[in-house]
Nanobody, 120 residues
């Protein structure tokens, strides 16, 4: 079992920046994928970005060029650097962890979520 602790959410004005952090602990595989998903009120949870231990990344089209995912493998921590934020980025952001073996993901865990509100 893997535990995830998120931090860094808050209120920011349009055009502002924010960085989210997610620290993983527990039974962590040497090969894994961590990422961020978000859920706005009345909407389904959607992918924001993911990154593997090999630093392969995947982004939703809506955030490319504005949000950047990174990780510190030694600290088992993933970050989401958010720039040029828009009101439509307002959502609860969830961290997700998945084990990887031969390119197949299994055994996922979710964080508790952190609120990001973009408003003037």
């Amino acid at each position: 079992q893997v535990q995830l602790v998120e931090s860094g959410g808050g209120l920011v004005q349009p055009g502002g920046s924010l960085t989210l952090s997610c620290a993983a602990s527990g039974s962590i595989f040497s090969s894994n994928r961590m990422g961020w998903y978000r859920q706005a009120p009345g909407e389904q949870r959607e992918l924001v970005a993911t990154i593997t231990t090999g630093y392969s990344t995947n982004y939703a089209d809506s955030v490319k060029g504005r949000l950047t995912i990174s990780r510190d493998n030694a600290q088992n921590t993933v970050y989401l650097h958010m720039n040029s934020l828009k009101p439509e980025d307002t959502a609860v952001y969830y961290c997700k962890y998945e084990n990887l073996q031969y390119g197949v993901a299994f055994g996922n865990s979710w964080g508790q979520g952190t609120q990001v509100t973009v408003s003037s």
